[in-house]
């Protein structure tokens, strides 16, 4: 069994005077049997950043960065790109991600040691294209199983980032993390308030679209639930987990509050997961204040925007998922009537795609129903007389433009809600969207300063 190394791996293997391994997460999923697309090639030996980059420069790659307090040096070749370090050990202040101090070492298992589990400790050697294996990591892999290279207190007491690390390598692996590396996350669960926020949301991120690393639907709510059972959810997402055991209406739901919302997650679409995941993040808010969940688009709105906020996300991102949170319950109960269902669908048009997957997440969520939600077949079926009557879904597609308007007379300030009237008004009824039809109509409204038309 060999591993699949790039060719010019191979070349500086050769050129290199000690054994140079691969090893982390190429070796560990050519070994799990994922294909190797596009891996990462963390490489390592006991050579120095010198000997390593002399070796590098005879064999044509690019030296892109060193940096001799890590022994790491970072290496281009025909687009492939490699970061070596030297082994080494590392001592860490308790919960800090980056070590406190470094020393390097001859030693393989030395190296090994400072890793986070086992799986991802075994070593490749590109030269003799044998695999080193010192602390069991195959073994692990082949039982799918996550355990710690050292004590699992040890592990997660030093890294606070390695929490989240846990619950996505479960998520993208599929494999189970060992009672011990559950006990130790958990008893060192607070650490992850030292890691920086971006770092929490890039891993939370990850989590939620694990699903596409290996093409494994449950994959996102295998990880949300590591980050339950470890008490590091809690941590993160405190507005969130307080929905844990907290009963909902049996008739509607065959979950509580919090395992509904991850369910929401496990059936979303890939776009729309923060939104799933938060959909009812003001559910335990207002229960804890009112005694029900009256309202709780509304406060999840509130919520999922200061969550995302809190956890430094684009900002785009924050407006998207607090909007569509808001938006989430709209005729629930199908009692909306089809002129206003028309109305909203134009206003909210370019949410809509993902307002209607998410209402279907939900809906699939409360008693893992995968039958079309009734409040999708309504609005979709709206939809689709809207398109056959010629109906506008945007300002674009109306008979007059904004440059008509002003040419009509209206004052520039005046554009913009023109528009969405007119809209709003051709979205009842499609036909009439006609320049005459909407002239009269906006003539009712503006009658002073269309007078003179």
């Known amino acids: 069994m060999k591993l699949p190394v790039p060719e010019n791996l191979k070349l500086l293997a050769d050129a290199c005077p000690f054994p140079l391994y691969a090893v982390g997460g190429s070796v560990r999923d050519f070994l799990?049997?994922?294909?190797?697309?596009?891996?990462?090639?963390?490489?390592?030996?006991?050579?120095?950043?010198?000997?390593?980059?002399?070796?590098?420069?005879?064999?044509?790659?690019?030296?892109?960065?060193?940096?001799?307090?890590?022994?790491?040096?970072?290496?281009?070749?025909?687009?492939?790109?490699?970061?070596?370090?030297?082994?080494?050990?590392?001592?860490?202040?308790?919960?800090?991600?980056?070590?406190?101090?470094?020393?390097?070492?001859?030693?393989?298992?030395?190296?090994?040691?400072?890793?986070d589990f086992c799986a991802n400790a075994v070593y490749y050697d590109v030269k003799a294209r044998t695999f080193c294996d010192p602390l069991g990591g195959m073994r692990d892999i082949e039982r799918k199983t996550l355990r710690t290279v050292m004590p699992a207190k040890k592990v997660f007491g030093e890294d606070g980032l390695r929490l989240m690390r846990l619950a996505r390598l479960s998520a993208e692996l599929g494999f189970s993390p060992d009672e011990e590396a559950l006990a130790g996350a958990s008893e060192h669960r607070a650490l992850i308030r030292d890691i920086a926020p971006e770092r929490i949301f890039k891993e939370l991120t990850l989590i939620l679209h694990a699903d596409q690393k290996h093409r494994d639907a449950d994959a996102p709510y295998r990880g949300l639930g590591i980050l339950r059972k470890t008490g590091v959810l809690g941590e993160i997402l405190p507005e969130l987990a307080l929905g844990d055991g907290m009963k909902q209406r049996s008739d509607f739901h065959d979950h509580d509050v919090l395992e509904h919302s991850l369910r929401c997650v496990k059936y979303a679409q890939p776009q729309i997961r923060f939104a799933a995941?938060?959909?009812?993040?003001?559910?335990?808010?207002?229960?804890?204040?009112?005694?029900?969940?009256?309202?709780?688009?509304?406060?999840?709105?509130?919520?999922?925007?200061?969550?995302?906020?809190r956890l430094k996300a684009p900002k785009k991102l924050q407006e998207e998922t607090s909007e569509l949170v808001r938006l989430h319950m709209r005729d629930y109960d199908l009692c909306m009537k089809e002129n206003k269902v028309r109305a909203e669908i134009v206003t909210f048009h370019p949410l809509l795609e993902k307002l209607l997957a998410l209402r279907q997440a939900d809906y699939s969520a409360c008693k893992d129903d995968l039958a079309t939600a009734p409040s999708v077949k309504k609005w979709r079926e709206i939809e689709n007389r809207m398109s056959k009557e010629g109906a506008p879904f945007t300002v674009k597609e109306l008979a007059l433009n904004g440059a008509d308007l002003l040419e009509l007379g209206l004052a520039p300030e005046q554009i913009g809600t023109a528009l969405h009237e007119l809209l709003l008004y051709s979205s009842a009824d499609g036909r009439r969207n006609q320049p005459q039809t909407l002239l009269t109509h906006l003539k009712n409204i503006y009658k002073d300063a269309l007078s003179h038309v």
Request: aromatic share 10%; hydrophobic share 35%; charged share 30%.
């Open 277 to 309: 995941l938060l959909h009812d993040v003001g559910k335990p808010f207002c229960m804890l204040r009112d005694g029900k969940y009256h309202l709780h688009a509304e406060e999840g709105a509130r919520i999922a925007r200061e969550i995302l906020s």
């Open 32 to 115: 799990c049997g994922f294909p190797l697309s596009k891996p990462d090639w963390d490489i390592a030996a006991a050579g120095t950043e010198d000997e390593l980059i002399s070796a590098a420069q005879t064999c044509g790659f690019t030296v892109k960065s060193v940096y001799r307090n890590t022994g790491t040096v970072k290496l281009k070749a025909a687009g492939e790109e490699y970061e070596f370090t030297r082994f080494r050990s590392d001592q860490y202040v308790r919960g800090v991600h980056t070590p406190a101090e470094i020393t390097f070492t001859d030693c393989i298992e030395t190296d090994a040691r400072r890793r």
